[in-house]
T-cell receptor
Framework: GQNIDQPTEMTATEGAIVQINCTYQTSGFNGLFWYQQHAGEAPTFLSYNVLDGLEEKGRFSSFLSRSKGYSYLLLKELQMKDSASYLCAVRDGDYKLSFGAGTTVTVRA | ETGVTQTPRHLVMGMTNKKSLKCEQHLGHNAMYWYKQSAKKPLELMFVYSLEERVENNSVPSRFSPECPNSSHLFLHLHTLQPEDSALYLC??????????????FGPGTRLTVT
């Protein structure tokens, strides 16, 4: 089966940086996605990596190492509105996404 | 603003009831998905449709019955559910099934409670 691991919870201070790690063991690999989900709302797309390296998008960056089965999402200059659950998902074929259980990030003032 | 809507947002039903969840996407996508999200667990893919044809039925019990009348609408018919079926049911859509990117867009979900 597919195995996607990420920490359950993280807490950080407003203005700080937080790194959410995701490790995966899947039968195939065709891209890794990060989604943000606020409580009671839809998951929204943050980033996509299919090749090794860093993808930067404003305050958010995502890194992938396919050989290590590892990714991280980096959130910089944290804001209170960044308090949410962050989901790591691996696509192992054309369309099927296997999700981690999510990391709940709490930003404190 | 999401291009995928779901109704109802909240549903409480007894184990002998029959109800349906509705999903509509306004993005012109060809593929639609049903996921189940239980507390502290990963999203579980339930069903996938491409151009109104079911392409994935992920070992889901028959008390869940999907229907896709056209590429914009997706239903999940529920009957004789169990308390462990209580969860958030998310609908998603994507432009197509294949392709190098093919991001999935999610709706806000229906919070289902089975009593």
């Amino acid at each position: 089966g597919q195995n996607i691991d990420q920490p359950t919870e993280m807490t950080a201070t407003e203005g700080a940086i937080v790194q959410i790690n995701c490790t995966y063991q899947t039968s195939g690999f065709n891209g890794l996605f990060w989604y943000q989900q606020h409580a009671g709302e839809a998951p929204t797309f943050l980033s996509y990596n299919v090749l090794d390296g860093l993808e930067e998008k404003g305050r958010f960056s995502s890194f992938l190492s396919r050989s290590k089965g590892y990714s991280y999402l980096l959130l910089k200059e944290l804001q209170m509105k960044d308090s949410a659950s962050y989901l790591c998902a691996v696509r192992d074929g054309d369309y099927k996404l296997s999700f981690g259980a999510g990391t709940t990030v709490t930003v404190r003032a | 603003e999401t291009g995928v809507t779901q109704t109802p947002r909240h549903l409480v039903m007894g184990m002998t009831n029959k109800k349906s969840l509705k999903c509509e996407q306004h993005l012109g996508h060809n593929a639609m998905y049903w996921y189940k999200q239980s507390a502290k667990k990963p999203l579980e893919l339930m069903f996938v449709y491409s151009l109104e044809e079911r392409v994935e039925n992920n070992s889901v019990p028959s008390r869940f019955s999907p229907e896709c009348p056209n590429s914009s609408h997706l239903f999940l018919h529920l009957h004789t559910l169990q308390p462990e079926d209580s969860a958030l049911y998310l609908c998603a859509s994507s432009q197509d099934l294949g392709g190098s990117f093919n991001e999935q867009y999610f709706g806000p979900g229906t919070r289902l409670t089975v009593t």
